[in-house]
């Protein structure tokens, strides 16, 4: 396929990397590490080939996800294309346990000591607080990163699901910009949008102040648009977002999918959709999102759709 994705900056001076990247949630399509075989293990490396030809250079991992084994997969699709790791960025995430949240500086640095042994990896190019912790004090949290990256272990920090005030506590004490806030956003999850309109929370306005990247999971509602996963505001409203991607759809000559992505894709925040899938033909629909550019009009449209009103 070979395809030359638009790129941009990872938190405003950092590496460039593609504007659509792949969330490695689903690499290993088990939660048990016990049930990871041969065949997974090629599943694994054919998604991480097919992301690479489409032009994808940013995977995101989580300690957590597969309970470990997307990580440890990961360093077979490393091995199975042995100059991939000097052309991608790899962002992985720690900071849960199970039933609770741990951002003590002890835990995060055997966390990202484990997932570098995972995927047989020297550093980390984002490393990413997977949840903030109310029991853990930020500085202590931001000294266990500014040692982490004085040691070469992690080259950026970012963070995930963080509101701007704990993002704004986090970097009182970092001797490095926090990169990245990794965020549920979609036509489905509208709150990140701005402060102040519908219950939003500004995540993406303080992004474009502090020139951090958002990320954003989940950016296709998690199955709520295009899937069996209740929509959160109801049949109707989904009925209303779907009736409108498919009206654009046709005028684009694109799919329903790729009109939400590039809805995200439009915004002035540089949001980067992390494509949660290890299926080779939905990461390709998925890379196609990044030609569409859409119309003023047409974005708003989707977007009330999506709120449920007009704009007033």
């Avoid at 962002?91 to 997932?115: H, M, Q, W």
């Avoid at 903030?132 to 982490?148: I, Q, R």
């Avoid at 949001?271 to 990044?290: K, T, W």
Wanted: glycine share 10%; charged share 20%; with cysteine.
């Amino acid at each position: 396929m070979s395809s030359n994705l638009p790129q941009q900056a990872l938190g405003g001076d950092g590496p460039r990397v593609a504007r659509i990247a792949l969330g490695c949630m689903s690499l290993s399509g088990t939660w048990n590490p016990s049930e990871v075989g041969p065949d997974q293990r090629q599943r694994a490396i054919e998604a991480f080939e097919i992301a690479l030809d489409a032009g994808i250079t940013l995977f995101d991992h989580a300690d957590i996800y597969g309970g470990g084994s997307c990580e440890a997969l990961f360093k077979d699709c490393l091995g199975a294309v042995p100059d991939s790791r000097d052309r991608i960025v790899i962002a992985t995430k720690g900071g849960i346990r199970p039933g609770y949240y741990d951002l003590s500086g002890p835990y995060l640095v055997a966390c990202v000591e484990r997932s570098l042994t995972r995927m047989g990896i020297e550093y980390i190019d984002l490393y990413q607080l997977h949840r903030p912790d109310p029991l853990t004090h930020p500085g202590e949290t931001a000294a266990a990163l500014n040692d982490l990256v004085r040691r070469g272990l992690i080259r950026a920090v970012g963070v995930s699901n963080y509101y701007p005030e704990q993002v704004r506590a986090l970097q009182r004490y970092l001797d490095v910009a926090i990169r990245s806030n990794q965020i549920e956003i979609s036509l489905s999850k509208l709150d990140p949008l701005y402060e102040g309109w519908s219950g939003g929370d500004g995540t993406l306005d303080q992004c474009m102040a502090l020139g951090m990247t958002p990320l954003a999971w989940s950016p296709l509602g998690g199955g709520s648009l295009f899937g069996d996963r209740p929509h959160p505001a109801g049949a109707e409203r989904k009925s209303a977002i779907v009736a409108e991607l498919t009206r654009l759809a046709a005028r684009y000559n694109a799919t329903p999918v790729q009109l939400a992505l590039a809805w995200l894709l439009a915004h002035p925040a540089s949001i980067i959709p992390l494509v949660g899938s290890a299926n080779p033909a939905h990461i390709r629909e998925a890379v196609g999102a990044a030609g569409i550019t859409l119309a003023r009009e047409d974005w708003y449209a989707l977007w009330t759709a999506a709120w449920g009103r007009r704009v007033p």
